[in-house]
Nanobody, 124 residues
Framework: QVQLVESGGGSVQAGGSLRLSCTTS????????MGWFRQAPGKEREGVAC????????YYADSVKGRFTISQDYAKNTLYLQMDSVKAEDTAMYYC?????????????????WGQGTQVTVSS
């Protein structure tokens, strides 16, 4: 089993910054990719950013390119999402996920493990 626990969500004004963290534990060696999804009320879930844990290749959704940065501290088993220049449309529940591959659009594929989510609210 792999456990994922997100933190760092909250309220922020448009143009501001926020950093999300995802602490992992368990059999993380069973996963090759990790990343972030988000889901806003009434909208479909979308991949935000994804990285390959060992080789470090990174992919982003077009909607966040240039504003969000995904990174990991391999030694601490922690994944991060630095959110800069946030917009009202970034408001969503953000989920950490672990799987096997990444899509070019920043989506974790073969997702078997999810966190409980952390809410991000951007006010304009």
């Amino acid at each position: 089993q792999v456990q994922l626990v997100e933190s760092g969500g909250g309220s922020v004004q448009a143009g501001g910054s926020l950093r999300l963290s995802c602490t992992t534990s368990g059999y993380t060696y069973r996963t090759s990719s990790m990343g972030w999804f988000r889901q806003a009320p009434g909208k479909e879930r979308e991949g935000v950013a994804c990285l390959y844990r060992v080789i470090g290749t990174i992919y982003y959704a077009d909607s966040v390119k240039g504003r969000f940065t995904i990174s990991q501290d391999y030694a601490k088993n922690t994944l991060y999402l630095q959110m800069d220049s946030v917009k009202a449309e970034d408001t969503a529940m953000y989920y950490c996920a672990a799987g096997f591959t990444c899509s070019d659009g920043g989506e974790v594929r073969g997702t078997n493990y999810w966190g409980q989510g952390t809410q991000v609210t951007v006010s304009s």
